[in-house]
């Protein structure tokens, strides 16, 4: 399964944009890029998928260039109840395998 | 519909003692996975299943065993816990495993092992 990279922290204020961009060099042609959310004491909840150019929900958007090989995904306005962890993974193939690498945690300060 | 369901929410094991972590879904998904989360780590797999009958490794299974005799049910066994695996373990399903389908977490089970 291809490695995903993301930067560990991040810190941002209430009401600002938040980018968490994620590496995947080694992305393979089925493989779609999903990020997760977790919060402390729970376990990940799903936010958005995609497989290229931009997906946009009610929660976040995902930007993935045309060579596939990093994704971003963009937090419009984070309150504070955005403090979490975020995964990015890929997804691919007919196997139940879902390897979560460290993940980044979102601090938003007041 | 409930979603994921892990039982029990809390427990506190001895070395040695073996015990069985409950995991149930109803929302009919051929795939169930358990994961557990050291303090200040992200998931590590440790064993899934693409449907009933069918169990595979993931990568961490030592210490582990996990069968699959119904759609909805994965249980997760400790044979004779140890304090490595005293950790928060999750359980997660989902419908299918190509690429697009999304996994469903259940609020996990935290173990102590003394």
């Known amino acids: 399964l291809a490695k995903t990279t993301q930067p560990v922290s991040m810190d941002s204020y209430e009401g600002q944009e938040v980018n968490i961009t994620c590496s995947h060099n080694?992305?393979?042609?089925?493989?779609?890029i999903t990020w997760y959310q977790q919060f402390p004491s729970q376990g990940p909840r799903f936010i958005i998928q995609?497989?290229?150019t931009k997906v946009t929900n009610e929660v976040a958007s995902l930007f993935i260039p045309a060579d596939r090989k990093s994704s971003t995904l963009s937090l419009p306005r984070v309150s504070l109840s955005d403090t979490a962890v975020y995964y990015c993974?890929?997804?691919?193939?007919?196997?139940?395998?879902?390897?979560f690498g460290q993940g980044t945690t979102l601090q938003v300060k007041p | 519909n409930a979603g994921v369901t892990q039982t029990p929410k809390f427990q506190v094991l001895k070395t040695g003692q073996s015990m069985t972590l409950q995991c149930a879904q109803d929302?009919?998904?051929?795939?169930m996975s358990w994961y557990r989360q050291d303090p200040g780590m992200g998931l590590r797999l440790i064993h899934y299943?693409?449907?009933?009958?069918?169990?595979d490794q993931g990568e961490v299974p030592n210490g582990y065993n996990v069968s699959r005799s119904t759609t909805e049910d994965f249980p997760l066994r400790l044979l004779s816990a140890a304090p490595s695996q005293t950790s928060v373990y999750f359980c997660?399903?989902?419908?299918?495993?190509?690429?697009?389908?999304?996994?469903?977490f259940g609020p996990g089970t935290r173990l102590l092992v003394l």
């Open positions: 997660a399903s989902s419908y299918g495993t190509g690429g697009r389908e999304t996994q469903y």
């Open positions: 080694n992305i393979a042609t089925n493989d779609y």
């Open positions: 995609g497989y290229k």
């Open positions: 993974l890929l997804r691919g193939g007919n196997t139940g395998k879902l390897i």
């Open positions: 929302m009919n998904h051929e795939y």
């Open positions: 299943s693409v449907g009933a009958g069918i169990t």
